[in-house]
């Protein structure tokens, strides 16, 4: 079974600090695919980026980064210098290579930016 | 580009009532449909997933079901709301091979009362 935990429920930072979101799953695959979405207030999921098992490569987009480490199964999220319009859930998720995936999220964590 | 619409936004209906959601995706064929749900502060629930017209899995029974009458149109329906049907329902889209990303619609947000 898989399995997706963000131990981090609600976070609040104050404009302009750095802040990571965790995230740590578990699998039997040898192959398998993580995602991070954000949901801001209005309600959709805007999906972040996709990573698959094979790529241990760390991502870096604007002030978004990305650290997977196969060896502590962790898929982490930082953003630098954070703004207000950070301010969102958001949710880390997991599938396999099947033709059909399922995807197991995450319980998602809260990130208030205060300004 | 692909575009998923869902409507209606917001949707406050009684107790007993039927429903119907529906979803459509532009610019793409063949896609992988999905309906989830989420209840106020909490994660995903994956209701329904269809992989073609007619084809429907369901992942929880309860008091919703779904069908697919168009490749691009997917409809999330119930013959009588329960309070507990109240939530978040997000339809998402994928290409349909291997293990595509998801792509979320807007969503409609359903108050049953």
């Known amino acids: 079974a898989q399995k997706v935990t963000q131990a981090q429920t609600e976070i609040s930072v104050v404009e302009k600090e750095d802040v990571t979101l965790d995230c740590v799953y578990e699998?039997?695959?040898?192959?398998?695919?993580l995602f991070w979405y954000k949901q801001p207030p209005s309600g959709e999921l805007v999906f972040l980026i996709r990573?698959?098992?094979?790529?241990?490569q760390n991502e870096i987009s604007g002030r978004y980064s990305w650290n997977f480490q196969k060896s502590t199964s962790s898929f982490n999220f930082t953003i630098t210098a954070s703004q207000v319009v950070d301010s969102a859930v958001y949710f880390c998720?997991?599938?396999?290579?099947?033709?059909?995936?399922?995807?197991?999220f995450g319980t998602g964590t809260k990130l208030q930016v205060i300004p | 580009s692909q575009t998923i619409h869902q409507w209606p936004a917001t949707l406050v209906q009684p107790v007993g009532s039927p429903l119907s959601l529906e979803c459509t995706v532009e610019g793409t064929s063949n896609p992988n449909l999905y309906w989830y749900r989420q209840a106020a502060g909490r994660g995903l629930q994956l209701l329904f997933y269809s992989v073609g017209i007619g084809q429907i899995s369901s992942e929880v029974p309860q008091n919703l079901s779904a069908s697919r009458p168009q490749d691009r149109q997917f409809i999330l329906s119930s013959k009588k709301l329960l309070l507990s049907d109240s939530g978040f329902y997000l339809c998402a889209w994928s290409p349909g091979q291997g293990a595509d990303t998801q792509y979320f619609g807007p969503g409609t947000r359903l108050t049953v009362l």
């Open positions: 990573r698959n098992s094979f790529d241990e």
């Open positions: 998720a997991l599938t396999n290579s099947g033709g059909y995936q399922k995807v197991t």
């Open positions: 699998t039997r695959d040898t192959t398998y695919y």
